[in-house]
Nanobody, 116 residues
Framework: QVQLVESGGGLVQAGGSLRLSCVVS????????MGWYRQAPGEQRELVAV???????DYSDSVKGRSTISRDNAKNTVSLQTDSLKPEDTAVYYC??????????WGQGTQVTVSS
């Protein structure tokens, strides 16, 4: 069972920056894609960013240009740097990983709150 542990959430003022990190319990070479979803109160969980094993990335329109996703295979981690944070970025952020068999694994979530 793959385990993911997020860190880096918290309270930040609008316009500030935040870096979320996620440690995966096994080598990321067994992972085909990693990324971040978020879920705001009363909203559906939405994809924020994904990075694939080849290094290609995709971002939601809501964070494009403000967020950068990266992975460090040596440290089995995936990170999400977001600048120019907005109150609408407030949500619980979930790390996920997909292995080559198509199985998805989720972290427990970390709260990000952006104050105006």
């Amino acid at each position: 069972q793959v385990q993911l542990v997020e860190s880096g959430g918290g309270l930040v003022q609008a316009g500030g920056s935040l870096r979320l990190s996620c440690v995966v319990s096994e080598t990321t070479y067994s992972i085909s894609a990693m990324g971040w979803y978020r879920q705001a109160p009363g909203e559906q969980r939405e994809l924020v960013a994904v990075i694939r094993s080849g290094g290609t990335t995709d971002y939601s329109d809501s964070v494009k240009g403000r967020s950068t996703i990266s992975r460090d295979n040596a440290k089995n981690t995936v990170s999400l740097q977001t600048d120019s944070l907005k109150p609408e970025d407030t949500a619980v952020y979930y790390c996920y990983a997909r292995n080559w068999y198509g199985n998805n694994y989720w972290g427990q979530g970390t709260q990000v709150t952006v104050s105006s």
